[in-house]
């Protein structure tokens, strides 16, 4: 009798931040999420003592997850001493649609760090989203 391979499930890619909740705030709004129950930013005037924060999609499950951290220090890549480590890769079907998402991502505060726009073979624009990390947003 064979058993089956069993294998673990990637729940969510959690990012470090100085600065949980900015981020947090900032893919929300970029890849129109929420927050998990519980997780959702402070009333007005209330401090915010969120440690891990995390965000669902329209289904409930899991995407991304926040970790706030005294220090961080910001990916250099593509140049410098501090490699990107990790990095998320966006999809959109169209070279139109690529524009309006980098004008979207530029608007919430991500950084343009590299612009494949006119490549022929796979459009692509590379950014850091507000506390560093790398992203890319490329036409599929």
Known sequence: MKTEERFPQLLQVALDSTNARE?????????????????????AGQPDTADWLVLLDAAGDRRLAFQQVAKLPEATWPE??????????????????????HERALALGARLLRDG????????????????????????
């Open 23 to 43: 981020l947090a705030e900032f893919y929300r709004r970029l890849l129109g999420l929420r927050y998990r129950p519980g997780d959702e930013p402070p009333a």
């Open 80 to 101: 410098g001493p501090i490699p990107q480590q990790l990095h998320l890769d966006l999809m959109v079907p169209t070279a139109e649609e690529l524009q309006a998402q």
């Open 117 to 140: 726009f006119d490549d022929p073979e796979e459009p692509i624009r590379i950014y850091a989203d507000p506390a560093g990390h790398p992203f890319c947003i490329f036409v599929g």
